[in-house]
């Protein structure tokens, strides 16, 4: 279907509604909240209707100031954020899609501009003032001495003085990919990785007369070096290099890693500790991964998914037995360290209320002690938690089921203690239907096969006594939806979808299927899923079954869709069970395991294979929507953008082809230009507008 044709043929039943989708997706969304070393100075990004600029604000009263002015919807996202430990810059990165899976550090054009922006990086005077200088690049680190930065271009390091970034030269040159840099606390060296396929090393530049020093190179993968508080040490993780032979692909075993410590003047390495040959102490894959830091008073802070949970944990630099600093039922994400180095803030899924799992809260511990607290209590969200002003303050992100996220301030003592106060709340504007936004429901059912599944429930209020109902699927898969607004600028915009539904009259269940993260490893590695499988298949089922046993849904009624890894089953839902779903929106979704995997191509001319090679290309054909076309019955909306970095577009396009071999009928829309994360705003009312305007023709008429 032609895109523009979707804007102008909107039923009546959207175009009359008071509330739009673009007063629901009118919100200030922020991203990359950070503070200084010292001092109140913090800085985060605001997307405004697509307009995305850097705001800053410092204490006492923590009033947002716009630092930048970006004044288009153009697609160009801001990241890498940081302040000077002076307090007197503000560097970060415009441009790229730092999401994506590949080429994220090249420019993306949704806005059709006849020469794109390049990645670039900014530095800007907290103070205020215009841009007097940019550099191609990404990934800056700014020095100790707060005059000089070094950044990524091109896979090497370059350097440049901050308040004159046009003067960058080339830092050093090294074979492979760089990643990783960190300054010494003097300032005087650079820590650093370099990838080189199987293996990567860990070196260390001094000056340009020094060779360069390869801390204990091994054949390995050497990751998340980190300086010791004096400079004379550093920290590294360690996995097994690339190769061995093949290992079955239909079973899940360890990924093995360990923590090595060394010192930097004799070279010398030793392993401080090493993960559990389990599958629990496996390479943690939440954010961060290993979150590894050399903390205050000689410790070595890092996460690790060992008791079921991903948690954090603290050990001696000089060895012993690695001490737990949370426990329970609950995931640490967004892991800080302080300035100081003696604490730790985190986002964390738990909290006094019995519902806080399916939250975020903002937590802090200390690096050598189980003394871990929940600052934010209560029934809202509050996230990527921070310290400022010293210590004495905390910085978060903060929303409810209703309110929007906004950045947010919480004294940690005095007269003000543990009251939230939030900044930017004169930038929402006055038509956002905040009222008018339903509060989800915490809904759980069991799958076929007795997995227990936690979902988010949206009725909206009045209407019809059986109303349309649908399925929301998130991608990923390792999220979480939650109950308010999320962390996500991606998934921020499914709520406001989902919201937008339910205010049209749908039943909306937004369901956290198992390889979701928010409910211990067992469901975030479950056996038997994606190309092994597809079990997480029976959780959207069985979302789709609970649906048709509600007394005010229509059990004819019922329509799924998701992006990314959720159009991927709504593919699989419309393809293995039309019967219950009635229609779908597959948003770039993935349609043929046995591709998308490279399951073929990764053993193209090697004698040696998988014992279970030949069983696992079939059980990937029949965990794809497209070995199922025969009972696809269901009609079905195929949305793509052509620069997707994340799912290959060629997955919708081999698709629709074979939609139109089977007669099953499809409309599609194609989005030029945009990535994976509608980067255009414009683009994601686009998206979404189509999405409702489906639902409503194929679901209530």
Known sequence: MNKILILFLLPFQIVAQSTSLEAFKKYPFPTELVSCASGSKIAWAFDEQGKRNVYVAEGSDFKARKLTHFPKDDGQEITNISISDDGNWVVFVRGGDHGSNWDENLPVNPAAEPMPSDVKIISFPFKGGEIKSSIEGDYPVISPDSKKIAFIKNGQVWTAPIDSLNAAKSLFKTRGTVSSLEWNPDGNSLLFVTDRGDHSIIGVYSNSSTPIKWIAPAFNIDFSPRWSPDGSKIVFARRPGTGGSPAPLLTKRHDPWSIYTADVASNKATLLWKAPTTLRGSVPTTHGSVNLHWAAGDRIVFLSYQDGWPHLYSIAASGGKELLLTSGNFMCEHIQLSADKKQLTFSANTGNDKLDIERRHAAIVSVDKADMQILTQGTGLEWTPVLTDNGHTAAFISATAQQSPLPATMQLDGINKGKIKLIGTDLVPADFPKEKLVIPKQVIFTAADGVIVHADLFEPQGGAAKKPAIVYIHGGPPRQMLLGWNYSDYYSNAYASNQYLA????????????????????????????????????????????????????????????????????????????????????????????????????????????????????????????????????????IHADDDRNVRFNQSTDLVNRLEEKGISYETLMVVDDTHHWMKWSNAILVYNAVAEYFVKKLKK
């Open 503 to 638: 205010s049209l009259g749908f039943v909306v269940l937004s369901v956290n299927y198992r390889l979701g993260i928010g409910y211990g490893y067992d469901f975030h590695q479950a056996p038997n899923c994606g190309v092994k499988g597809a079990s997480e298949y029976l959780d959207i089922k069985a979302a789709g079954q609970w649906l048709q046993k509600q007394s005010y849904v229509d059990a004819s009624k019922i329509g799924v869709y998701g992006g990314s890894y959720g159009g991927y089953l709504t593919a699989m839902a419309l393809a293995k069970d039309s019967k219950i779903f009635a229609a779908g929106v597959d948003i770039h979704g993935v349609h043929d395991w046995v591709v998308n995997s490279s399951i073929l191509t990764r053993y193209t001319n090697k004698t040696e294979k998988p014992l279970d090679y030949e069983k696992a290309i079939q059980v990937a054909w029949l965990s794809s929507p497209v070995s199922a076309m025969n009972t696809w019955k269901s009609p079905v909306f195929i």
